[in-house]
């Protein structure tokens, strides 16, 4: 690992848990925090405000010519090679309704290759982490996708938004239902994926997705041995994409499953 990457790397790591030890503190005293609507489905704490602010702040001290796109503080990317993609708190429904399904999520992207992924879940003291052509973890420990041979190997993690259309996803569903296959939805997009990583579910699959949401954990299934779909394609860092992850094996049949080209 070179070593610009690996002391962008060794500080996100750190950053994610500080910044899960901020969110944490709010998350324990939740009556003193106002909710605000961004739309359907879509809400916002001082929470999130605040932890993004925390996390500009330690990313422009120690790499001030690094680009910053946060999901509450806006877009500081034009022109940068080097590219911090943050979420403060992804499962924000979650988080303000006393629910553990939450978690930090910092990505590096660096000359438009997704190249580092830390996910923090405080509630369940999880990192998981990786770097581009490196292992994924969980803390201290490698972690590997799990291979199954169709949707009957395990569980499958789904997403929906109201960005997509419920015409959109329902063929989904029937899709899996009908081939014996389960789902969860937990509200945290990353942390799904985490876990997609971690081989406790087999597969990930959302119509539309945020950049932010997913592609720190994107960076973490690859190293895992899964596989994605190329997120990046068409303006995914400021438009979003389809999110499709699982491992080799599987991957097919879970493109198939969407009726969709997704590339």
């Known amino acids: 690992m070179n070593p610009s990457l690996q002391a962008r790397y060794t500080f996100a790591q750190t950053l994610a848990r500080e910044a899960g030890e901020l969110a944490h503190n709010y998350f324990k005293n939740l009556d003193q925090i106002v909710v605000e609507s961004k739309g359907t489905q879509d809400e916002v704490s001082i929470a999130d405000r605040e932890t993004e602010v925390f996390l500009r702040t330690k990313i422009a001290g120690a790499f001030p ?58 509630n369940a003291n999880e990192l998981f982490h990786a770097a581009l052509g490196g292992t994924a973890y969980v803390n201290n420990k490698p972690i590997h996708v799990k291979e199954a041979a169709d949707f009957k190997g395990g569980v499958l993690g789904v997403g929906f938004s109201h960005r997509s259309q419920p015409e959109e996803f329902t063929p989904f569903m029937y899709t899996l239902l009908s081939s014996g296959g389960m789902f969860i939805r937990n509200g945290s997009g990353a942390l799904m994926l ?43 860092l400021t438009r979003g994409n389809p999110i499709l992850a699982a491992g080799k094996a599987l991957y097919p049949a879970l493109l198939a499953a969407t009726g969709k080209q997704i590339i």
């Open 65 to 122: 010519d690094d680009g910053i796109l946060g999901e509450e503080g806006g877009d500081d990317t034009n022109g940068k090679s080097i590219i911090w993609v943050l979420d403060p708190i992804d499962g924000t429904a979650c988080f303000v309704n006393s629910m553990f399904s939450w978690c930090i999520s910092v990505a590096v992207v660096i000359d438009g290759v997704p190249s580092i992924g830390v996910v923090f879940d405080p």
């Open 194 to 236: 985490c876990y997609v990583a971690a081989g406790r579910l087999i597969g990930y699959y959302e119509p539309h997705i945020n950049s932010w949401d997913c592609l720190a954990a994107i960076v973490i299934t690859e190293a895992a041995g899964g596989r994605c779909n190329d997120f990046l394609t068409n303006d995914g």
